[in-house]
């Protein structure tokens, strides 16, 4: 019995099939034009289940497809598909990234200058590592930066230039406050952003005061 799960334009359908039915179902896929199978595949929620299909059948993967949820590269780096991953991370050991990754995350472990591991075709970026270690400009492609850390003058001048979203660990704000909504009014921030995104466990009124007073950016606050 082989299972799948699909969700064509949000419409979620879990498939159960006979061994014999899904036999029959490759040999009508291998009939399709390669952009329909595109379409068939892409359309599995799952990436598991997704690799399970096309490891049925050479030929059926001769088509475009992508791996979408986040994994660590250490535990694809020797497959076929790795340049099919589109949402990786990266730590201290494992560096290399597949050829067309739109979603990267940077692990806590990582120790090399960031700006070196990213991408241009990167829009969303997710920052763990020890902030010092970027020394540049972030890339202009990244539209979405998460970072864990506090918001500090050291951060804010390295930002993307077209960055629309921001989003901070924020475990202690007081300090750093004052600093991002100082950079704000004097312009020192991508005129991009349009959303900043602070998560913590609690905020005191004060807190959100002072960030609801920034101007011309959206502020939201996430529990964890």
Same mark, same amino acid.
């Given at each position: 019995?082989?299972?799948?799960?699909?969700?064509?334009?949000?419409?979620?359908?879990?498939?159960?099939?006979?061994?014999?039915?899904?036999?029959?179902?490759?040999?009508?896929?291998?009939?399709?034009?390669?952009?329909?199978?595109?379409?068939?595949?892409?359309?599995?929620?799952?990436?598991?289940?997704?690799?399970?299909?096309?490891?049925?059948? $050479?030929?059926?993967?001769?088509?475009?497809?992508?791996?979408?949820?986040?994994?660590?590269?250490?535990?694809?780096?020797?497959?076929?598909?790795?340049?099919?991953?589109?949402?990786?991370?990266?730590?201290?050991?494992?560096?290399?990234?597949?050829?067309?990754?739109?979603?990267? =995350?940077?692990?806590?472990?990582?120790?090399?200058?960031?700006?070196?591991?990213?991408?241009?075709?990167?829009?969303?970026?997710?920052?763990?590592?020890?902030?010092?270690?970027?020394? $540049?400009?972030?890339?202009?492609?990244?539209?979405?930066?998460?970072?864990?850390? =506090?918001?500090?003058?050291?951060?804010?001048?390295?930002?993307?230039?077209?960055?629309?979203?921001?989003?901070?660990?924020?475990?202690?704000?007081? =300090?750093?406050?004052?600093?991002?909504?100082?950079?704000?009014?004097?312009?020192?921030?991508?005129?991009?952003?349009?959303?900043?995104?602070?998560?913590?466990?609690?905020?005191?009124?004060?807190?959100?005061?002072?960030?609801?007073?920034?101007?011309?950016?959206?502020?939201?606050?996430?529990?964890?």
């Amino acid at each position: 019995m082989s299972k799948f799960l699909l969700n064509i334009n949000g419409i979620k359908l879990k498939i159960l099939l006979t061994n014999n039915t899904f036999n029959m179902v490759i040999k009508k896929m291998l009939s399709l034009s390669s952009d329909v199978r595109s379409y068939m595949i892409n359309s599995i929620k799952s990436d598991r289940d997704k690799c399970q299909l096309l490891m049925t059948c $050479k030929k059926i993967s001769d088509c475009n497809f992508y791996f979408t949820k986040n994994i660590n590269t250490c535990f694809i780096i020797n497959l076929r598909w790795f340049d099919r991953f589109m949402n990786v991370s990266i730590n201290e050991n494992n560096t290399t990234l597949p050829s067309n990754i739109s979603h990267l =995350t940077i692990c806590s472990d990582f120790n090399k200058p960031v700006h070196d591991y990213i991408p241009l075709s990167v829009t969303h970026l997710r920052l763990y590592c020890d902030i010092k270690l970027i020394n $540049k400009q972030l890339p202009s492609s990244i539209k979405y930066l998460h970072i864990d850390h =506090t918001p500090d003058e050291y951060i804010l001048k390295y930002l993307p230039s077209e960055v629309v979203e921001l989003s901070f660990d924020s475990f202690y704000l007081g =300090t750093p406050l004052p600093i991002l909504y100082n950079e704000l009014k004097k312009g020192n921030f991508p005129s991009s952003d349009k959303r900043i995104i602070f998560k913590r466990t609690t905020f005191s009124c004060n807190e959100k005061d002072i960030i609801k007073s920034i101007p011309k950016v959206e502020v939201c606050f996430e529990n964890y």
